[in-house]
């Protein structure tokens, strides 16, 4: 094992100099780094972090130093060498300014199964609109599939998405993971698991609102026939049972009345509560344990292979390819270090491209119970708002701030829509009128928002439960439409003004 380490170190060494010194090289690395962490791999370990590039020249006077390859987060940073380890997670959050959505495939059963995974993922994307995608070799068994951070929307229901890292991409790899397996299904030989006949398949009942395989378990009562007395516990099948013993008498606990159930680990639904998520008569294999696939979660300040950097144990680059490169990919031929040709790993993605994956993919989270909506939810006392239905309301009714807004705006313009789109749903505003209220608005706009914007965040809006727009003064200041009127200083948020002033309406209506 100590000659084969030696070997591959002398073979890496003698490329890298000559490698990394090729401006070309050093252009298409240093320009992906840019705003990035990043630490370079000296053969064995890690270099210091947190580290960065400051110039393209930066990687070839590494490489002198012995540096063999280089590593870049997925978090994009105002200033990567200010992250500390004692910083608190405010503190982390105001420096981070973006991410991208990396997806890691290895599959230790061949490259012609990391090929099959990487294809679906990229079709399932695909589905979801988002076209533009990065595509990279890993340097070893696997691939890289990058969404870059241009194609998120930059808030979520008036949160910046920024700050909702790792629980936002965490959901939506989870998600692809789970939307690509059938994908791949299709795209598999028939006599896949026959093939695999001799592998350690993983087999099972699955849960039909995640697709993954449930665990079987057995629950047991433990009884004491002299005591009176037991207990409920379970067992996972096949496993071996603990032995109990009564608490009062000492006697061993006999094992009566067991039920077999199934239980998904991710969305914890068991088929003892609901039998109807599980059907026990489909026995499926799971697709990506069957394969050894894994989709990284994604987790803070996790660090990739960089584009075109070199991988210690193969001597290979880490090459940027096409969607069609991927058919009859070899590793030996595309990523050889001395042949390789220049491509953008990071595509120029349209803004909100991914929108309408994110809202899929975080409503695909809540109906299977995975990971928590922290940080999405309305709270505090506006957490179970009801929207309030209001007779005879007219514009009139509105705040000076909203009126403003209504008649056009030139600088935050989503900011303004969080505020409409809200107030308009906490007084009951019915959803034709909405829409056409808010697109009339949007076309008075001095640059009008994109319409796949505008509908993104209706379709995440009317998703969930009613919120009261931003409450007064600062917010509508920050967007120059802040006028108060005798009215406003009285209140507290635009619901209610509205309130008031269509109730004082009323009155006066009565007192004629």
């Not at 940073?77 to 981070?96: A, F, G, H, Y």
């Not at 680990?265 to 294999?285: G, T, V």
């Not at 979660?297 to 950097?309: D, E, K, Q």
């Amino acid at each position: 094992m100590g000659d084969l380490k030696k070997s591959q170190e002398i073979r890496i060494r003698r490329i890298t100099q000559l490698y990394y010194s090729r401006p070309d090289i050093q252009k298409a690395m240093y320009e992906f780094c840019i705003g990035r962490e990043v630490s370079p791999r000296y053969f064995e370990g890690f270099g210091k972090r947190p580290d960065s590039l400051q110039y393209p020249a930066d990687i070839i006077n590494l490489a002198k130093n012995g540096a063999t390859s280089f590593h870049c987060s997925e978090e994009i940073w105002k200033d990567p060498l200010q992250i500390s380890t004692e910083m608190n997670e405010k503190q982390v959050t105001e420096l981070r300014v973006g991410w991208d959505l990396l997806i890691d495939i290895d599959c230790a059963h061949g490259m012609e199964f990391s090929i099959l995974a990487a294809k679906s993922i990229i079709d399932s994307l695909h589905h979801h609109g988002v076209k533009n995608v990065g595509i990279k070799f890993s340097g070893s068994k696997g691939f890289h599939i990058l969404v870059p951070w241009k194609a998120f929307p930059k808030d979520i229901n008036g949160i910046p998405t920024a700050s909702l890292f790792p629980e936002i991409p965490r959901k939506v790899v989870s998600y692809l993971r789970y939307y690509s397996e059938k994908i791949m299904s299709s795209l598999l030989p028939e006599d896949f698991e026959k093939n695999f006949g001799e592998k350690s398949i993983k087999k099972g009942v699955k849960c039909k609102k995640c697709n993954e395989i449930a665990t079987t378990y057995e629950q047991v009562e433990l009884y004491c026939p002299f005591c009176k007395i037991g207990e409920i516990r379970r067992f996972e099948k096949g496993g071996q049972k603990e032995k109990y013993s009564c608490p009062e008498c000492k006697r061993k606990l006999e094992l009566i009345n067991p039920k077999e159930f199934h239980e998904c680990s991710k969305c914890r639904q068991n088929s003892l509560k609901n039998p109807s998520n599980f059907n026990e008569a489909i026995i499926e294999s799971d697709l990506y344990e069957l394969m050894g696939l894994d989709l990284v979660l994604v987790s803070p300040r996790h660090l990739f292979r960089a584009p075109y950097s070199l991988h210690e144990k193969t001597a290979l680059a880490s090459v940027v390819l096409t969607r069609e490169q991927l058919e009859d990919f070899q590793k030996e031929r595309d990523a050889d270090p001395l042949r390789i040709k220049i491509r953008n790993f990071s595509p120029d993605s349209e803004e909100n491209e991914a929108a309408e994956l994110v809202m899929q993919a975080l409503d695909w989270a809540k109906s299977t119970g995975f990971g928590e909506e922290s940080g999405i939810k309305a709270s505090g006392k506006y957490a179970e708002y009801k929207p309030i239905k209001l007779e005879g309301l007219k514009e009139e009714h509105f705040p000076p701030c909203i009126k403003k807004i209504l008649q056009g705006v030139s600088d935050g313009r989503k900011r303004a829509l969080f505020a409409i789109m809200n107030l308009f749903r906490s007084i009951g505003m019915e959803k034709e009128e909405l829409e056409k209220k808010i697109y009339e608005w949007n076309d008075k706009n001095e640059v009008p928002l994109k319409k796949g914007y505008i509908h993104a965040q209706l379709v995440w809006a009317y998703r969930r439960k009613p919120i009261m727009p931003p409450n007064c003064k600062e917010f509508y200041r920050g967007i120059g439409v802040c006028s108060p009127d005798n009215i406003c200083n009285a209140i507290k948020n635009p619901v209610n003004y509205v309130i008031k002033k269509n109730l004082g309406n009323k009155k006066e209506k009565f007192k004629n």
